[in-house]
């Protein structure tokens, strides 16, 4: 099943569009925070001993080079759909790979990953579950998906003052510094984004066991894992 190759493209123009703008403002944006939750996303992701690692919806491959940071010895790859977010990672140097493609239709043969990870790009996937399945497949039996993605606080009072956080302060500071509405879909996304045991049912529904989540930050951010069940 692929995507729609339509809505593919509208999303990596817009990322495209404030690429060289990107990493500056998630910083600004997430107070420095969005470093911390690179480190742990890698590092839950690969627990286990990872000769090749899969980063989708990699970016600018921020996450792709801490992964290359934290395992030094590994094969590791990134692919997003945005040329220009592409353009920007491959000037960091000659690795980690970066290529061109989505989630819902991935370039790679059946076992080849033992960690797949996705940070803050989930929610652009154009079909949530055909997306996991695809990552479900390139995995190897035993493989782990880590997924880090903006949730909602629990606390009533974080909550609140995230939600304003969220409806005001992102949107607006977002135009301002990349002089797009970019920010008013990810204020958007985030709000209507399955989250918590919600987004644990899809996976488990896409065949991934063992699945758990954690949050990070007063629950504004949570990662959610999974394992590809080991069959060998």
């Not at 809505?7 to 990107?22: T, V």
């Not at 005001?168 to 002089?179: A, D, E, M, R, V």
Request: hydrophobic residues 40%.
């Amino acid at each position: 099943m692929h995507a729609d190759n339509n809505k593919i493209k509208k999303i990596a123009s817009m990322f495209s569009e404030i690429a060289g703008r990107y990493d500056f403002i998630n910083t600004v944006l997430s107070l420095g925070s969005d470093r911390v939750w690179r480190k742990k996303v890698v590092k839950i992701a690969t627990t286990k001993h990872c000769e090749t690692i899969l980063d989708v919806a990699t970016g600018t491959g921020k996450v792709a080079l801490e992964a290359l940071k934290q395992n030094s010895e590994s094969r590791v790859f990134g692919i997003d759909p945005s040329l220009e977010m592409l353009r920007l990672a491959k000037s960091n140097g000659e690795f980690p790979v970066y290529l061109s493609g989505n989630a819902e239709d991935l370039p790679f043969k059946e076992s080849a990953f033992d960690c797949v990870t996705v940070a803050f790009g989930i929610r652009n996937f154009i079909d949530l579950e055909n997306g996991l399945q695809e990552i479900f497949r390139v995995l190897k039996s035993g493989g782990i998906i880590a997924v880090l993605e903006f949730s909602l606080p629990g606390n009533v009072i974080a909550r609140s003052l995230y939600e304003f956080y969220l409806g005001h302060i992102i949107p607006i500071f977002g135009k301002i510094l990349s002089g797009t509405r970019a920010y008013y879909y990810l204020r958007d996304t985030i709000r209507t984004f399955p989250r918590d045991h919600e987004m644990m049912g899809i996976f488990e529904e896409c065949g991934f066991e063992n699945v758990r989540f954690m949050k990070f930050s007063l629950g504004v951010v949570a990662c959610y894992i999974g394992e590809k069940p080991d069959i060998t």
